[in-house]
């Protein structure tokens, strides 16, 4: 999986856990009541709007006993309080991935542009971010 992909489903997926899910009444899980099979289950439904990825970020904080992350501006924070690895190799992979056209080298410039770049994607991809967030 991608690294824009695993931040992605970190952030998308957290939303998903803390979504209650409505059970399904008693009686509508399909097929006759004397079936023998079990019905499969159905699939998480979508979810309902954008996810509000500056509240997910910060419940994550929260749940982690709000580390000392600048998890806002930071690509290195931001993948660090995701549980991800922001070693400079994984930060050059993202960065080919993204597109970053300049020097790969951990530079300012670069870990700036990666946090810009993954927060438009994650709008871009059904997230709601901030204008704090968003750089």
Known sequence: MSIFGKIKDAIFGHHAAAVPQDPIPAGMAGGSPT?????????????????????????????????????????????????????????????????????????????IWLHREVMRQLAANGGQVSAALAG
Do not use: C, F, W
Not at 55 to 74: A, T
């Open 35 to 111: 079936a023998t099979e079990t019905p499969a289950p159905a699939p998480a439904p979508a979810p309902s709007g954008p996810v509000d990825v500056d509240q997910v970020l910060s419940d994550i904080s929260k749940s982690k006993g709000n580390p000392d992350l600048n998890y806002q501006s930071s690509i290195v924070d931001l993948m660090k309080l995701l549980g991800l690895d922001s070693s400079l190799d994984h930060r050059k992979q993202l960065a080919d991935e993204l597109g970053y056209t300049g020097e790969k080298d951990g530079s300012a410039e670069m870990n």
